[in-house]
Structures are given as C-alpha cells and as structure tokens.
DNA sequence: CTTTTAGTTTAGGCAAAACTAAAAATTATT
DNA sequence: AATAATTTTTAGTTTTGCCTAAACTAAAAG
C-alpha cells in the first residue's frame, strides 16, 4: 500500500464518515473536513487522480473501492490507539480522539498488528465502536439507542457516540460506563427522556438527546 | 509551547545531534537531513525567524536555548517511543528507529508522560542511549568502548550507538544484547580488534569498527 | 597576489494545500 | 419558464518546503 498525506487521509476519513454508499456533497464534506469548498474540489480532484474516490462535477465524490479499504485501514489505526489509549494508558474516553487523530497517520502494518496484539485484538474501541479487522471486516455495531426499550427491562450499556465533550463530561458525571447495566423504569411518551434505575438503586434521568447517544444491549 | 512542524522539528533534532555547543555548517546539516543547502539556508532562516537557532551567514547555524530544549522534548519522545515498542511491543532493537522518528511528532506533553510513567521512568532507551527529563536533564552516558578495557577484566554491555542494520544484524547473530557480561580475553594492538569470552564459554572476535561502537562498564 | 575550489546564498520554479473572490451550474421559488 | 438563491468550480494568491542553476564568499593553491 503506497504512502499518503495527512491531508489525503484526513478526506478518506471523513468521505467515509459521510457515508461510503452515497455520494458527498462539496458543502458536506467541506464542513466535516473544515475547509472551504474550493480547497475540497482541488482535494478530491488530487484523491480521483490516486483512485480513491470518484468525482462526478457538480454531483458529488465516492470513495472506490480501494479509498474504502484504505478508510478502514485508518480507522482500524484510530481505534486500536485510542483502545492503548485508554486501556494501557489510563486517559479517559473523552480525551483520546484528537490523540488518535495524530497517532492514526503513523505508517506502519507491523506497528499496528503489534498494537493490536498486545491489546488482545479487541473488536471494540472504548466507546463501544467496532475497530476493522485487518482484511477490512467489521465487527459488529453494538447496542441500540436507549430510548428503543421498553420499561421494565434490563440493558446494559455497550457504545455512546461521540457527541462532544459536555456529553462525556456528562455520562462521567452520572458514572455511566461502557458495561453498566441498569433497570429501565419509564420511558417518557412525551419528551422521551428515559428513566433508569443502578444495581445500586440511585435513580437517573437521561434528557431524550442524551439517552439518543447511549446504546445499550438486553443485560 | 508553541507547535511546529515536522520538517522544523527534523532541522532541531539534527542540528542537536550534530552538536549544540558548536556552530553547525550548511553541508553537514544538509548532509543529515538529506537535503540540498539551498534548502537548509532556507530551513535556517525560518528557524532563525522563531528563536530556535542563530545564524551567522557563510559561517554556522547554532541551536539557542529554545532550541535545546525542544531538541531534547524530541529526543524525549524519540526514545520513550523506542523503548515502549522494543519492551512493550517486542520489535527488535533494529526496526525501532524509522518509527519513532514517525511517533516523536506527536503532539501531546500529556502522552509523553503517560507514557513514561506506563514504562516505568526509564533512563535509558533500548539501545542504551539517555532519555532526557522532563525538565531537560540530562542522565548519563553510559559506558566506554570496548577498545578502552584491558585484557582480564569483566565487563558488562550497557550501550550501542546505532551504526546502520548491518551492525545490528552482526550483534544480533552474535548474540549481543544488553547487559550480557563477557571477559576481555584480549585487545589488538594491530588492528584494535576485541576478543570477548562470554560466560558460557564461547569466544568472539569483534573487528575495530565493531567494538567501537559497543559500549561496556566494568561488570 | 591572483586563481581555483569548496561551500553558501540568492533567484526562480514546482507541488501540496490552504485561502478569497468571481463566474458558472444547479436547485428552489415565484 | 424566469428569476432568485445556493452550491460548486475556476482563477489567482499564499505558505511551506523542496529543487536547480547561477552568483557570491572565503580559504587554499599556485
């Protein structure tokens, strides 16, 4: 596999990001990679000439087959360090992303099976989000949103989507890890704010856009 | 600190191992980087621009303070990174180099001393180099080359300065690790070449380009 | 004391990657 | 359908960092 820029890198990851089935809009895209539109349309056209994604003018850019394996290759790599991260290293979930940022960019097959060895080839990250397998393969995508259970029940929290900050602070706040489980004990018809109950018996109401980022199995 | 980038930071580090008390020529520093001068005059120029080196025209290039520093918060990372993919990871000794010069451009004073504390402060980096402090100190240069013992004494390897792959794959089919003790069974005085007996008996002969670049203390 | 040589700097280009401003194409709205 | 609004592209700059070629400096050789 060639070697690419940072930049470049940073266009796969968010294509991908952006969904690799459909098309991305110019404006999208400029937005997640946070440049101006006209420095999107040098990009790509720079990424269509490697064969990573294709341009359609005024339509829109896909990533090809070859720019989606190279996507997972790098979020493979962002996961696996932020795993180290969190896990050997002892940060917290929410401090690892702009680490991962840097650290995925290193270039090195060898480094990251290592990584991943030593890690114990983990198929989840610690936020609950599946890490690529080498040939690209994805694990599975855990849990659903708390508000898609019923009262009564009892579920255990397995992802949270990364939604800022305030949100981790949050979750921290309330000592809500990845592994918890609780009892669910109303789920508002009318805000759709969720109510759960800990092993430990302290009750915990969720906002509706809180508990929409918490994802969680039957325990 | 403020932050730089990567071809700044491999200007410091060069300028750095190439000496930091005595100015540095155009060339030697060309030579290091792999660039031509008219490049480094440039490179200079700019570093000159944000204190980190002075510049005498046609004369030399000398780090300032700031740039020790940073030269030392480099090779801090550089090091602390060989060490954790040599003990932590298992790469050879050999294969550590090119992706530590990748990982010592991460950004993060905090990942730096995680690290460290995950590592168990080391001193010293798998090759027996010093790894500076946080604070700039400096621990000592270990060890003497084998040429400076004499006949008769027992000595211990703490040290090797990294003289290219072949010298690693020599020591590697001689077995030479760190920390390996051996006799000094005899020193040339033709071609300073070195005899070691090591304690399992066997006998080996190192050539002067050798020995020159395996450091020992008296065991 | 001039000339040659080695080393250094300037000058001018090129590529990547970003920007602004203006033109063109698309989409939405009367 | 015609016009307005939005989005995208083009065109021209900027910065970083490299290059080659030409000019310059300093030191060594004649």
């Known amino acids: 596999m060639k070697t690419h820029t940072e930049s470049e890198e940073n266009y796969i990851k968010a294509l991908y990001h952006l969904g690799s089935d459909n098309p991305v809009s110019n404006g999208d895209l400029a937005q997640r990679i946070g440049a101006k539109g006209s420095s999107v349309t040098q990009a790509v056209k720079r990424l269509s000439q490697k064969n990573l994604v294709t341009v359609v003018p005024y339509k829109g850019v896909q990533l090809t087959k070859e720019g989606i394996l190279l996507a997972k290759s790098i979020l493979r790599k962002h996961r696996l360090w932020e795993t180290f991260l969190v896990d050997t290293l002892g940060f917290g979930w929410d401090q690892v992303h702009p680490l991962a940022e840097q650290l995925e960019h290193v270039q090195s097959e060898e480094l990251v099976e290592r990584l991943s060895d030593f890690l114990g080839t983990p198929k989840h990250d610690p936020h609950g989000d599946p890490i690529p397998e080498r040939n690209g393969q994805m694990p599975p995508v855990l849990g659903e949103p708390l508000g ?19 949100f981790f602070d949050q979750l921290d706040a309330m000592n809500i890890n990845l592994g918890n489980t609780y009892d669910v004990e109303a789920i508002s018809s009318f805000d759709a704010s969720v109510q759960l109950k800990s092993p430990s018996g302290h009750t915990i109401w969720l906002s509706k856009s809180m508990s929409a980022n918490i994802y969680a199995v039957h325990a």
Request: proline content about 0%; cysteine-free; charged content about 30%.
């Open 148 to 166: 898609a259970f019923a009262k009564g029940h009892t579920i255990k929290v397995v992802r949270v989507e990364d939604a800022g900050s305030e």
